[in-house]
């Protein structure tokens, strides 16, 4: 059985005159989507049912078994889950601020090596499609790299009601959906497979000690 976390990146509860968290239409339309399959299962990860730390302390900077519970519940989620649906509107032509403070929290290591999907919405015309941008550099920094094709979702409020059904074009919007959700599942399954055969902490180690693991042969800390 498969499993995909949806990521919801909004915060918001309103937003006149659009209705009330239009993110959450588009969320709950890829849970749908990707629950409908054979042998599939997803979740929405909502910020809002998060009760986030401020001033900011991501998960990995607590010591070990010590990290908040919601916190540590879902990093859980996140190293079990097979790939990601990252849904986001578009905030200065980049991805929410609610999306990337939420993701930020949990180190590279839990994504790693796993698939992701970009999905973004707008009440506009061009569906968060420059969010999408600046999110592929983001997700593959995180480690889970982005499949090619992208759901760009132009006027959400008119495409989809409250409950994540399309209200127009309904077999169209499913098949647009579905090629990118496919690739999503089509590498999440070949990951699966490939790490039965091949650890990729022991191709790729983790850097968990200090960020100057990171640097060349040669270069300085700094």
Known sequence: MAHYLVFLGSTRTSTPPSPARLGERVAKACERLLSSLPHTTAEIIDPLALNLSDPFKPHFAYPKNDAPDN?????????????????SPEYNHSMSPALSHLLNHFGASLFAFKPSAIVTYSMGQWGGVRAAVAMRSFLSELGCLPVSAMVHIPKAQEALNDDGHFD????????????????????????TSYKSHVDPAHVSPAFKTKPSQRNAPGSEDN
């Open 71 to 87: 916190l540590a519940a879902l990093a859980d989620k996140i190293a079990h889950a097979d790939g990601y649906v990252m849904v």
């Open 168 to 191: 127009q074009d309904q077999e169209r919007w499913e098949s647009y959906f579905g090629r990118t959700l496919g690739q999503l599942m089509w590498w999440a399954e070949a990951a």
